[in-house]
């Protein structure tokens, strides 16, 4: 097993003209948690959307796990081990916290019953406490449906999914864009804990302070390019926005933007 | 945002936030209803609605009223509950009284017998070799042509992309017009023995609860009723989990369709005959039973239970009016005010729900 979990090279999306994504490459290591800031249209989104398999790449490869790996739509993605947590809410409002957590994938008995078959809530209802522990989020009642729930808390469920089931990278897309200060604590606390965990993450964020106290490693997108692969320790915020608003490049990527 | 009754994040346990099921609202809407009957009834007609207000008989309900009020929505009401499914997916079924109407002439034409009185049968519609044929063949008719129906309107609805409105419209039109077109508008009639003992009596009624229980515990206990339910809930976020949302549609209209089917080959052996324009506004009817029982246009919310009382509902009405000697078409203005009522209702509960959120 290497200690490698994702690595692109020459990752490249073209919507017809527009050069959305140009050679990306990047390494993301067990265990570790990444930040990738930019501004709007710089590329962050179109990168996600390139590993997650929501889209088609134009050119390159992925390598996820040790595999090469070519995901035909986010389905593949997630059974690969994938787990994104996308910016709009892909949860259904009337059922309640185990349903939503184990949608498309619900457990099961009597299988010989096809599509009739009979959902095994007992066991659900127990993975998803296991899960909310194991991510800290606390749900007054996981029987409440979704749509009688804060926005902080809709997120955690999301959030929580990814932990429910054993996966090898976590993405999340502007986690906490739409949150109050509290319900961003909340969010920010599980991240800490999916670190704790060695769980891989990709976060994409506009949030400055919010990068510097959860991440290992900083990556900056600037009109569809790499522009700075950056240690925390190394950096501060200063210097991050000055690539991010294009007054400096990093030394590896000149001549790229 | 409020720090003090939620706490962090609104993550502490708030009492005032547990769910109150939607279908005891349902039933003290029912209980309502037939104690209004009750007190209309004492004072305008000395009787009372339910209870055995006769000397001459000692039970404690008036048995007769209601086996009636039952009898008389168990046939809408078999429809009722596919049209429920179609409902939560965020659906509309409106092709399911014209399915009835051609599924009672098709079904009906393979359970006719070869000898009435004596004479042969003046309404045969095939010749003798599909005269006399065993039960089974004009039920499995009937449940095959209300299955082709609903999966039509499914393959319509889920691969076309065509609005269910539309899609099951245009299957009502045709659906009628299949019934007229099977015999020219002719009746047909005389069924065989066995054939007439599946709508006779109670038999209605049996099916109707033994389906609503049977269907009850599909919505949910089964992956079936919980994919119907997300996909009318937030169908986007179906797709994105892997459910293979088309399939489920036209699953969920086959249903519907075979459960329109059903009703076709119960009415028609209680009839005794099928005519062309049997079921006619039964769609409207199965619709309105399902709203009045709190089931959600938009999709996503409703149970089978909620309907069955809905059915009720109606049928009290409807049995409430006979029996204070007022005309029907009081009866009908009065549902219509009830169907707005529920849904603003419900929209008003809603609203106020996602408010405290």
């Known amino acids: 097993m290497s200690d490698t979990i994702l690595e692109t090279s020459d990752l490249t999306k073209h919507y017809g003209g527009v050069h959305a994504l140009e050679g990306a490459n990047f390494v993301l290591k067990r265990g570790e948690h990444v930040a990738i800031m930019g501004d709007n249209g710089a590329g962050k989104s179109t990168f996600v959307r390139q590993i997650t398999g929501v889209e088609q790449r134009t050119r390159g490869t992925v390598v996820f796990d040790g595999e090469k790996v070519n995901f035909a739509g986010p389905l593949d993605a997630r059974e690969a081990g994938i787990e994104t947590v996308f910016q709009t809410l892909a949860l259904a409002d009337d059922l309640n916290v185990p349903d939503n957590l184990f949608l498309g994938r619900e457990k099961t008995k009597w299988n010989f019953l096809g599509p009739f078959r009979v959902l095994d809530y007992k066991a659900m209802r127990a993975d998803t406490i296991a899960g909310l522990e194991k991510t800290g989020v606390k749900i007054p009642n996981i029987k409440n449906t979704i749509a009688n729930m804060s926005g902080g808390q809709r997120q955690c469920v999301a959030i929580a999914r990814t932990a429910t089931f054993a996966s090898k990278l976590t993405i999340m897309d502007e986690p906490t864009a739409a949150l109050g200060v509290q319900e961003t604590a909340q969010v920010e606390n599980i991240i800490r804990t999916l670190k704790e965990q060695g769980e891989s993450l990709i976060l994409v964020s506009h949030n400055m302070r919010q990068v510097f106290d959860l991440v290992d490693r900083i990556i900056v997108f600037r009109r569809g390019r790499m522009v700075a692969n950056l240690n925390k320790e190394d950096t501060n915020g200063e210097d991050v926005v000055s690539y991010i608003t294009g007054a400096k490049t990093g030394a590896e990527y000149e001549g790229a933007a | 945002m409020s720090d003090t009754s939620h706490g ?65 929505v168990a046939i809408v009401g078999i429809i009722a509950l596919g049209v429920t499914q179609v409902i939560i997916t965020a659906g509309i079924d409106l092709s399911s009284g014209s399915v009835l109407g051609a599924t009672a002439m098709i079904a009906m034409s393979f359970a006719q017998v070869s000898v009435v009185n004596g004479n042969p049968n003046p309404k045969a519609i095939f010749g003798p070799a599909f005269l006399d044929l065993p039960v089974i063949v004009p039920i499995f008719v009937g449940l095959g042509c209300g299955i082709l129906a609903g999966i039509i309107n499914g393959i319509l609805v889920a691969y076309s992309r065509i609005p269910p409105f539309i899609a099951t419209l245009g299957m009502m039109l045709f659906a009628r017009g299949v019934a007229q077109w099977w015999s020219s508008g002719n ?67 086959a249903i519907a369709g075979m459960l329109a089917g059903l009703s076709a080959v119960i009415l028609t052996s209680k009839n005794l005959t099928a005519q062309s324009g049997m079921g006619l506004s039964y769609e409207l009817d199965a619709i ?48 219509g005010c009830i169907i707005v009522g529920a849904v603003a209702l419900d929209q008003w509960q809603q609203k106020r729900a996602a408010a405290k959120a």
Do not use: C
């Open chain 2, 8 to 72: 962090t994040g609104g993550l502490t346990f708030d009492k005032s936030k547990r769910q109150w099921p939607n279908e005891l609202n349902v039933l003290a809407a029912l209980f309502l209803i037939i104690g209004i009957f009750e007190v209309l009834g004492a004072i305008f007609v000395g009787q009372s609605l339910l209870f055995d207000s006769n000397d001459r008989f000692d039970s404690i309900f008036n048995e007769q009223r209601l086996r009636i009020i039952i009898i008389q």
């Open chain 2, 187 to 253: 009746p047909v009639s005389f069924p065989t023995e066995s054939y007439a003992k599946i709508g006779a009596g109670m038999m209605p009624v049996i099916i109707f609860l033994a389906l609503a229980v049977l269907f009850h515990l599909v919505m949910n206990y089964t992956i079936y009723g919980k994919h119907t339910y997300a996909i009318g809930s937030n169908e986007a976020a179906a797709r994105m989990s892997g459910i293979n949302v088309p399939r489920h549609l036209v699953l969920v209209y």
């Open chain 2, 288 to 335: 309105a039973m399902a709203v009045i029982g709190g089931v959600s246009l938009f999709g996503g919310r409703g149970s089978i239970i909620g309907t069955v009382i809905g059915a009720l509902i109606i049928g009290v009405i409807t049995s409430g009016f006979t029996f204070l000697r007022l005309g029907a078409f009081y009866q009908e203005m009065v549902l």
